[in-house]
């Protein structure tokens, strides 16, 4: 069996999803042309030597439907031997789509794959595909499904962790998302977006608020209580009957915010590297899914990290730097708490609550913070993890080369 190797990895930053974001402008397969285009160039890449590329979308319809991946390849003028994978594993596609493109690499069947991902969430509004957990009442009631933030806010009241709690740790995401932009951190790694007159439309991350202040912060409304009225807070407390009430916690400054975003990562084996002249920057050497509790639902961390650790022999203390994805802040301070780490390793430099969540490339963004961040430190061993809809975990570790 031979070793996956993470040669290169890029990405975008972050424009505000909304129609007067700066990204708004920019088509999803633009903006996944842009990472393509920049693995290319960066590493002088001869893509006939591509076997795949696999792309996570979560909103797979209209400009992001139809094989985004196979049509991006050729609108960027590569190789037409280049293959092209969809994939939609909810908020962890682009993580899965590493993980896959690893396996295809172990398996010895291929040598050199692209995964990532792409959203462009003020285009293709989240949910516009639809699907019978969310749209279908029927479904909804026999699984007991409920939405994200309800979800949240149901882990928060469990844990029984505070307001100021949740705020805490969105503005510690918010200085550190702030200081590493300041000071130059994400610029090795992310590629501007230029428009169809090559001039730059964004360059750097839109949705971080660097002014934010706690006292800010604990003054905005509860997002998910409405909804919870509606009868889902009922649901989630037939599931867990001793709870009395869900306290609704999370706001728009403690949950991850609505972005458009792109990231590729190039992933090969040693002798691809080797014939190709790249260096081998990390080996993934554990991957895992899982399956979790569909009411909770954002705790899926917590199994699939135990499983891809299990896999390598290793333990939680083992593990260097953490990219835990802060779809809310609660489910990645129950992970905290769980494993027992040290909150300076994790998300160091910030994460979705401060630049936002561009679901389905959002777990490529975050393996590129990893390696980067274990370069910079000199650091060894890291580990991705994030929780998704409908109760899933998935979970990848690398070994810096």
Same mark, same amino acid.
């Given at each position: ?131 019978? #957990? ?13 939405? +994200? ?25 918010? +200085? ?31 949705? #971080? ?10 003054? #905005? ?5 409405? +909804? ?46 080797? +014939? ?126």
């Amino acid at each position: 069996m031979k070793d996956a190797y993470i040669l290169d990895l890029v990405r975008t930053p972050r424009g505000r999803g909304k129609v007067n974001g700066s990204l708004h402008e920019v088509k999803p397969i633009t903006l996944f042309s842009t990472v393509l285009k920049a693995l290319k160039e960066r590493n002088h890449l001869p893509t006939e030597y591509v076997d795949d590329i696999i792309l996570g979308c979560v909103t797979p319809v209209g400009e992001q439907g139809g094989n985004i991946a196979k049509a991006a390849a050729l609108y960027s003028d590569w190789d037409e031997r280049v293959a092209g994978l969809q994939l939609n594993r909810l908020c962890g596609s682009s993580l899965e789509a590493i993980n896959l493109a690893a396996m295809k690499i172990r398996s010895g069947w291929e040598n050199l794959v692209v995964a990532g991902g792409v959203e462009s969430m003020s285009r293709v509004a989240m949910g516009s595909d639809g699907g019978p #957990l969310m749209f279908d009442p029927a479904v909804n009631a026999k699984v007991n499904y409920i939405p +994200q933030g309800v979800s949240a806010d149901l882990v928060a009241t469990l844990n029984g962790y505070t307001r100021e709690d949740l705020d805490q740790y969105a503005l510690r995401s918010i +200085q550190r998302a702030t200081k590493a932009m300041s000071d130059g951190l994400f610029d090795a790694s992310m590629v501007p977006v230029f428009d169809m007159n090559q001039l730059v439309v964004l360059d750097k991350e839109e949705h #971080l608020r660097s002014d934010s202040t706690l006292e800010g912060l604990s003054v #905005l409304p509860a997002a998910f209580e409405k +909804q919870g009225a509606t009868g889902f807070d009922d649901m989630a407390i037939m599931k867990y009957p001793f709870l009395e009430k869900i306290n609704h916690l999370h706001t728009a400054g403690n949950s991850s915010g609505i972005v458009d975003g792109a990231s590729a990562i190039l992933i090969g084996s040693a002798d691809i590297a080797k +014939q190709l002249n790249l260096k081998p920057r990390a080996k993934i050497i554990a991957a895992s899914v899982v399956g979790s509790e569909p009411t909770i639902m954002l705790d899926g961390t917590i199994p699939s990290t135990k499983k891809a650790l299990s896999l390598v022999g290793m333990k939680a203390s083992d593990i260097d730097l953490w990219e835990a994805n802060e779809a809310f802040a609660a489910p990645v301070l129950h992970f905290i708490d769980h494993y027992g780490l040290d909150i300076d390793n994790v998300n160091v430099n910030g994460g979705a609550i401060s630049m936002g969540h561009p679901l389905g490339a959002t777990g490529g963004m975050l393996m590129v913070n990893l390696v980067d961040e274990l370069e910079r430190r000199s650091l060894s061993t890291g580990m991705v993890t994030m929780c998704m809809a409908g109760g899933m975990g998935v979970s990848t570790i690398i070994e810096l080369c």
